[in-house]
């Protein structure tokens, strides 16, 4: 992705069902779980790089003895720091204590992060703040067991202030609003309350305070205590929680916005953002991994029982288109055959960009996202290559010679690559202050690859802000002397802000956006602007359900091809001498290609909870009052 927009997060769960004494002596290791979950972390990196957390919980250990650990890093290489710390604290008790090396009952008593339950989270900050605070797991302590929280997700809520007033409410003072804080207080809330209102159950059967401890483990209903708290959420959230005695949660937002997949067998349960990393650590079938389904919680009890339980009605589905464009893993089975598949449906357009001139047309890819889907364009390509050579020799089969027929067949689609990136350089810089200060030799080229008379089409999976393009793509293909350069979009034309997760909160950062106004201007309807102010104004004291979004009708009067070809004008510039074209997949295309995850709201406007058309006008009223800040 030539814009590389920056998400939250990545997650990881494991819990093991058998001793640790088992993994002792089938893999020969008692720190199987925490090689595991270094593996579940690392190969997920490509869910965030800001930052990486660690928890594990030890079950059923004598009062006195630390049963949580955890550490955090917001290191440059976060996975790496967090296990390189974990290692040498290991490798530091067992040389201090040899006589802990075969004894695992010593092993988990005596070191920290060995355990049965574990927690890890990747993390990507969309705010910019990449303080050790900010990174997950968060944890929420209390002397009682039970009320010990443990909290990591991938989620963001559009209400947060909504959120953080409740609490206020209810008395209680939070250390700070964000989204993570709030929902772990919230959750902590109804935990506290329900521990209390099993202890005087315990009591009133009478038994002690410590027989009651663990009635209160075992009767401690999860599903009940996330319904509480998840009565006024707004956003897009797979979150994950450790309770101190044993119990874990995986809980999935209703619209099914942000992903999660788990695995259950007799050895463990394991739960990640992304199903190939769960099928590639623990070797099992594409099948054998279940979605966690919008509105649902995995719920794992201390004593190894799973459920799958609702905690909200679910809604419509709207899971994020964009996890199948470029945020996943190009590796699950179903994610691969969709980016080709988006490749495949955009090639008529590419067509007709180039006149159908497949002899002198070049096809290429920026790295390294959108390799996928440039497979899937040059083999759709080929098919029509291969077509229209079918219908020449059968038209010419009675005056074909030998000669002619090899000439025919020898006629090839042309593929180079084209665009290099170079690894040494940052494709961004995560200040919103020095965005637009990229350099421009992020990418270099191949030279002597393209002739004067071809076109150069380069497949990218999404433009977003465009500013690469402009200052470092476009520049170097140009260098080249093509005739023209097809920018090629695997996805469309992105035209409104994300507010689930997504590093895209100003819609002036927007090109689509900025296409849409250059075109008001032109055509003399730029009091559109102010009219979609006002209405957006008007709705400002409204509920959220009440809330519509405005902003659609500043690119209601044209149409998606008209929006494109400013584009492709205002990233180009005088200095460049090839015809600049610029071609988005449609949205319908979009859904055929991707048919499981419809969620498009930075597309269509469409936004799945009422949260979003609220965060989508304070976006545009941010941009008309001038206000360089961030809708939610």
Known sequence: MSDAIKHECGIALLRLKKPLEFYKEKYGTAFYGIQKMYLLMEKQHNRGQDGAGFASIKLDVEPGERYISRVRSNDAQPIQDVFAQ???????????????????????????????????????????????????????????????????????????????????DLGQHPKEMTDTVTVMEKIGHFLDKAVIELYQDCKNEGLTKQEASPVI?????????????????????????????????????????????????????????????????????????????????????KNGKVTEEEILPPTIKKACSFERIYFSRGSDAEIYQERKNLGKLILPAVLEAIDNDTDNTVFSYIPNTAETSFYGMVEAAQDFLNQRKNNYILENRKKLTREKLEEILSVKIRTEKVAIKDAKLRTFITEDSSRDDLVAHVYDVTYGVIKPTDNLVII??????????????????????????????????????????????????????????????????????????????????????????????????FQPQEISDKIAQLLSSPEINAEVKIIFQTVENLHIACPKNLGDWYFTGDYPTSGGNRVVNKAFMNFYEGKNARAY
């Open 217 to 301: 483990a075992e009767r401690l209903d999860i599903a009940k205590i996330l319904t509480r708290a998840s009565k006024n959420l707004d956003g897009g959230y797979a979150m994950t929680g450790l309770l101190g005695h044993g119990d874990a949660f995986v809980f999935r937002d209703p619209a099914g916005i942000r992903p999660a997949y788990f695995y259950e067998d007799d050895e463990i349960v394991v739960v990640a953002s992304e199903r190939p990393v769960i099928q590639t650590v623990f070797n099992v079938d594409f099948e054998k991994v279940k979605e966690l389904q919008p509105g649902k919680a995995l719920i794992i009890k």
């Open 86 to 168: 974990i290692n040498d604290r290991i490798n530091e008790e067992l040389a201090l204590h040899p006589e802990y090396l075969d004894d695992v009952a010593l092993q988990k008593r005596k070191i920290p992060y060995l355990g049965e339950l574990f927690l890890g989270h990747v993390r990507y900050g969309t705010f910019g703040k990449n303080s050790i605070e900010s990174v997950h797991p968060f944890l929420r302590q209390n002397n009682w067991m039970h009320r010990n929280l443990i909290l990591a997700g991938n989620f963001n809520m559009t209400n947060v202030k909504e959120l953080f007033q409740n609490l206020v």
């Open 460 to 557: 990218d999976d999404s433009i977003v802000r465009g500013t690469t393009l402009k200052m470092s793509i476009i520049k170097m293909m140009d260098r080249l002397k093509p005739k023209s350069i097809v920018v090629v979009s695997s996805a469309p034309q992105i035209r409104y802000p994300d507010c689930y997760g997504i590093d895209m909160a100003k819609l002036e950062g927007l090109v689509a956006f900025r296409a849409a106004l250059e075109l008001l201007k032109e055509r003399n309807l730029y009091h559109i602007v102010d009219e979609v102010y006002a209405k957006c104004k008007q709705q400002q004291d409204l509920m959220d359900h009440e809330v519509l979004n405005f902003v659609t009708e500043i690119y209601a009067p």
